[in-house]
């Protein structure tokens, strides 16, 4: 182990029933650096973190800190080593003051009683060191996320840190806000701490760190000096993509232009969440969303179907100015969603298959017009044959399918609706080849039929194959829209990870 590295993980391993989490994984953390940590979606971060942090005890390999064995049993005894983690769900009581969240579970007492003048004079000196200056007897609910953040740092640092872990720190502030916190994690650096930096935001961790090291699939890909790796080389080692062997996209493609529109969103956005966008689904067209995990896709579909609602801009139909607060607003001018996360949003699994068919159709009808069994009945059995449901019946409990059929019991619950517009958002994630084909299929079908889609996956493939045109999104702002023979992976790609421009649209 070098003089100037503090943390060495060596082959970390760790297996889940079914899944190989780590695979060998090293991770070389330099005293004084700032070093991000990336990759996609199930690359193995999360539970890199973990091992690191006392959350999970690893099957395998070795940790030094400082040059000494490192096994920490919990997440104390990793503070307590000077191992400190900052999340991006604050872990913080906003009904307790800014002073008792810094020193919770640290309160000084003298003759059984806590030293609460102490506490308060810590807590001041504890943010003075970040440059922050607020009143730490205020109740912690009534300061912004970007205060909450620093003081969840505060109370890391104040606790003799050594390495601090920030996971997507930045995902709740604005400009000014995450220019004041890297200034902060500079200073800390400066002053001697190691940083561990996650987030999905391209520009930031170019902005901010000295090294990266990239996960996929739980295995490492390499450890990087950024300053000396493109962008375009970070985002392929990312995605397991190597250019000089991709093929250009010989399949012809579909050119609806001139094809009616069906909703514009014009300059459509909310605070914290994407930046204002415009964006044009016209009638019997795929438009397809691309770009990184944590980059905006969703976000764009939760305002779309009214899940969030927008504070600036406006969703025409027509010359018709469209609010959604809420979902039911959306289904009832005919906008269906199949959700990222279908175990979470999607299938409920103590319900039959034929109840989960139903429940948007049920929804759209109102509780008091409570379909009868019998019609049920034939709507569930209509769709299990038309889509394919492999199921041995339509009471079966729905949680007791494969991925792919609980999948098309989503497709099939929005389809019985009759959707002018169906938002498809990671449609194809864990389920096998065969039925990714067929789901891919299906929508393309969809769309030849008259209705107009909104695919999104992290297969950039998957997308250019469904899609007529492609809108680009990076740290939650549409940055491009590729359409016709521009339509290939590494346009794409090289789009995704250029430098930033202003985007029609996209500001």
């Not at 001139?258 to 795929?286: C, H, M, W």
């Not at 269906?336 to 009808?365: T, W, Y």
Request: charged letters at 25%; hydrophobic letters at 40%; a neutral charge.
């Amino acid at each position: 182990m070098e003089s100037n590295t503090i943390l060495q993980m060596s082959g970390i391993d760790i297996q889940f029933p079914g899944v190989h989490a780590l695979d060998h994984v090293d991770f070389t953390l330099r005293k004084r650096e700032i070093h991000s940590l990336m990759g996609e979606n199930g690359a193995g971060k999360s539970t890199l973190i973990k091992v690191l942090t006392g959350v999970y005890k690893k099957d395998g390999g070795t940790m030094l800190l400082d040059g000494k064995d490192f096994n920490p049993a919990s997440p104390l005894d990793a503070r307590q080593h000077g191992v400190n983690s900052v999340y991006q769900e604050i872990n913080l009581c906003d009904n307790l003051s800014v002073a008792e969240n810094i020193y919770a579970g640290r309160q000084e007492t003298r003759l059984g009683k806590i030293n609460w003048k102490k506490i308060k004079t810590g807590a001041a000196c504890a943010l003075k060191r970040l440059n922050v200056d607020i009143d730490v007897t205020k109740i912690l609910g009534s300061y912004s996320v970007a205060i909450k953040q620093m003081i969840a740092i505060a109370r890391a640092v104040d606790m003799n840190s050594r390495i601090l872990i920030l996971d997507e720190p930045t995902s709740s502030l604005d400009r000014p806000e995450v220019e004041q916190l890297f200034a902060t994690v500079r200073r800390l650096r400066d002053d001697g701490l190691s940083i561990v930096f996650i987030s999905h935001f391209l520009d930031q961790v170019y902005e901010l760190c000295d090294r990266v090291t990239v996960l996929r699939n739980g295995k490492r890909i390499g450890e990087y000096v950024l300053s000396e790796l493109p962008k375009l080389e970070l985002v392929s080692k990312m995605v397991g993509k190597d250019f000089s062997t991709l093929q250009k996209r010989e399949k012809s493609l579909k050119n609806r232009e001139n094809s009616e529109i069906f909703i514009e969103a014009k300059g459509l956005g909310k605070k914290y969440t994407v930046q204002p966008f415009d964006l044009v689904i016209r009638k019997s067209e795929t438009l397809g969303l691309a770009g990184l995990l944590g980059s905006g896709r969703t976000e764009v579909a939760n305002l779309l179907f009214g899940i969030d609602e927008a504070d600036s801009g406006e969703l025409l139909h027509g010359q018709k100015k469209w609010i959604f607060k809420s979902p039911k607003d959306a289904i009832s001018r005919f906008i269906a969603f199949c959700p990222e996360d279908r175990k979470k949003n999607g299938i409920i699994h103590e319900l039959s298959v034929r109840e989960n068919i139903i429940l948007a159709m049920q929804a759209k009808q109102g509780i008091f017009k409570y379909l009868p069994l019998k019609k049920q009945a034939e709507v569930a059995a209509e769709y299990i044959q038309k889509l394919g449901i492999v199921t041995p019946g339509a009471d079966v409990p729905a949680g007791n399918l494969s991925g792919g059929n609980q999948q098309k019991v989503i497709l099939a619950r929005w389809l019985v609706t009759n959707p002018a517009l169906l938002i498809l958002d990671e449609p194809t994630r864990g389920i096998d080849v065969h039925a990714k084909a067929e789901i891919m299929n299906l929508a393309m079908k969809l769309c030849d039929g008259g209705m107009s889609l909104v695919f999104i996956s992290s297969e950039i493939e998957e997308v250019i194959r469904c899609s007529d045109r492609i809108a680009v999104m990076r740290d939650r702002k549409k940055i491009a829209e590729i359409a016709g023979e521009d339509l290939t992976e590494e346009k794409i790609l090289k789009t995704i990870a250029a430098e930033p421009v202003n985007s029609g649209g996209a500001a």
